[in-house]
């Protein structure tokens, strides 16, 4: 059984940061691609930033340049720093992982979301 526990959410004003947190635990044999969407209300779930296993990095344009996506292999951990956060970064923030699991079963994981709003 593997689990995406994610962390870090909260309020936040306009201007400020946050650093989410997501870990994966479990029978991880190998841990490919992971990533933070995000859905606000009304809204589809839409990608926010992914890294590959080798640090190869991808942005949403609406947060390039303000977040930074990475990971921490050995802990089969990724993070998302979040600085200048305006109001329309409010959503909830879902962790992604695409991983093989022992035995060799390749599967994608989701997080149970984190509430991040931003608002003064």
């Known amino acids: 059984q593997v689990r995406l526990v994610e962390s870090g959410g909260g309020l936040v004003q306009p201007g400020g940061s946050l650093r989410l947190s997501c870990a994966a635990s479990?029978?991880?044999?190998?841990?490919?691609?992971m990533a933070w969407y995000r859905q606000a209300p009304g809204k589809q779930r839409e990608l926010v930033a992914d890294?590959?296993?080798?640090?190869?990095?991808n942005y949403a344009d609406s947060v390039k340049g303000r977040f930074t996506i990475s990971r921490d292999n050995a802990k089969n951990t990724v993070y998302l720093q979040m600085n200048s956060l305006k109001p329309e970064d409010t959503a909830v923030y879902y962790c992604?992982?695409?991983?093989?699991?022992?035995?060799?079963?390749?599967?994608?994981?989701w997080g149970q979301g984190t509430q991040v709003t931003v608002s003064s």
């Open positions: 992604n992982a695409d991983l093989w699991t022992l035995p060799a079963t390749r599967q994608i994981y």
């Open positions: 479990g029978s991880i044999f190998r841990v490919n691609v």
């Open positions: 890294i590959t296993s080798g640090g190869s990095t």
